[in-house]
C-alpha cells in the first residue's frame, strides 16, 4: 500500500467476538437462532509509525481513523502522509469493504 511516496505495509488480525454474549442470550432464550460461540472475521489494517524517532516515544499520539461504508482504508491516505511524523496511525478496514 502506498500514500505518496511512502510505502506502509498492510497487516491483518483475527477478531473473535460475541461468543460469551450469545451464550448468555441462549440460556436465557432471548433469541432462538444465534451463532455457536464466537463471531470471527479478519480485518485488515495499516500501523503507520515510520519514524524511529516517534517509536522510541512514550508519549507519541495514536491516531485510529475509522472508514464509512464504503470505504476502506484509503480514505486516509492523505491524513496519513501529512501526520506520519507526528503520531502513529492506525487505520482498519472492516469487513464489508
Same mark, same amino acid.
Given at each position: 500500500? #502506498?500514500?505518496? @511516496?511512502?510505502?506502509?505495509?498492510?497487516?491483518? *488480525?483475527?477478531?473473535?467476538?460475541?461468543?460469551?454474549?450469545? +451464550?448468555?442470550? +441462549?440460556?436465557?432464550?432471548?433469541?432462538? $437462532?444465534?451463532? @455457536?460461540?464466537? %463471531?470471527?472475521?479478519?480485518?485488515?489494517?495499516?500501523?503507520?509509525?515510520?519514524?524511529?524517532?516517534?517509536? #522510541?516515544? $512514550? #508519549?507519541? &499520539?495514536?491516531?485510529?481513523? *475509522?472508514?464509512?461504508? &464504503?470505504?476502506?482504508? +484509503?480514505?486516509?491516505?492523505? %491524513?496519513?502522509?501529512?501526520?506520519?511524523?507526528?503520531?502513529?496511525?492506525?487505520? &482498519? $478496514?472492516?469487513?464489508?469493504?
Amino acid at each position: 500500500m #502506498s500514500f505518496g @511516496n511512502e510505502h506502509f505495509q498492510e497487516h491483518e *488480525i483475527c477478531i473473535k467476538t460475541c461468543g460469551n454474549l450469545y +451464550r448468555r442470550w +441462549r440460556e436465557e432464550k432471548k433469541f432462538s $437462532n444465534l451463532p @455457536n460461540g464466537d %463471531l470471527e472475521f479478519k480485518v485488515k489494517y495499516i500501523d503507520i509509525n515510520q519514524n524511529p524517532v516517534l517509536k #522510541s516515544r $512514550n #508519549s507519541m &499520539p495514536v491516531i485510529v481513523a *475509522i472508514h464509512g461504508a &464504503p470505504g476502506s482504508y +484509503r480514505d486516509f491516505s492523505g %491524513l496519513a502522509f501529512h501526520l506520519q511524523q507526528k503520531a502513529r496511525i492506525i487505520v &482498519p $478496514n472492516f469487513p464489508g469493504k
